[in-house]
């Protein structure tokens, strides 16, 4: 198996996320169910790999928003990117990486939802519990509500066709945490709003929550 991780290097980092910590984690959990996933060290170079040959079995996606004013992704990593989001290659895609690729509507509909600037936002973080709202699915089976140390994205911009597995409630209202969408072009996401930094993967349920992300992403990919 082929799989890739984009995680947060050069200008896909950001102040707030630690991603050599949350980086350290997916990789160990991959391991821990037999998948090993290669780190990219130059996001926009692998991106534009993609563009020719065979793609990843695989990609998992832990990014930040470049800020650096250049385009994103880069000129001549465009066409692998609109190749990998059209394909049926499945993807994991954590956290802040709905913030991106700000503006692409090729991302929204291979995401399945995104932070919007001005109204997404999120409670301090910190020691918070989570809902899972549907436990018959292969993501979330055998695992309930459950406490960690995170952040909890709220009033992102989310499709009415995923499929909401967890999700957290602030100031009275129900903001969706982690989904399942299939992608237009037939490939799955899964999309796990959870992992702000390291601390996050402390929590059991939160590690046996992506190992079966994984595990399920594998078989829907095969």
Do not use: K, N
């Amino acid at each position: 198996m082929s799989a890739v991780l984009l995680g947060g290097v050069g200008r896909w980092t950001d102040p707030w996320h630690p991603f050599d910590e949350t980086t350290a984690a997916l990789t160990a959990i991959a391991a821990q169910v037999g998948i090993g996933l290669s780190s990219s060290s130059d996001v926009d170079r692998t991106l534009d790999s993609f563009g020719v040959g065979p793609l990843p079995s695989l990609v998992v996606v832990d990014l930040g928003l470049p800020r650096d004013g250049l385009p994103v992704p880069l000129p001549a990593a465009d066409p692998g990117f609109r190749r990998l989001l059209a394909s049926r290659v499945p993807m994991l895609v954590v956290h802040v990486s709905s913030t991106s690729f700000a503006g692409d509507d090729d991302w929204e509909r291979a995401l399945g939802g995104v932070w919007v600037r001005g109204t997404t936002m999120h409670p301090p973080s910190g020691p918070c519990t989570v809902h899972v709202v549907d436990d018959q699915h292969p993501v979330t089976a055998g695992i309930g509500d459950f406490s960690l140390d995170d952040e909890r994205y709220s009033h992102q911009r989310v499709s009415g066709a995923v499929r909401v597995l967890v999700d957290h409630e602030h100031d009275g209202v129900r903001h969706p945490l982690v989904w399942v969408h299939e992608r237009p072009g037939g490939g799955v996401t899964v999309y796990d709003g959870l992992g702000h930094a390291g601390a996050s993967f402390a929590s059991p349920d939160h590690r046996r929550l992506v190992a079966q992300a994984l595990g399920f992403l594998t078989e829907s990919g095969s």
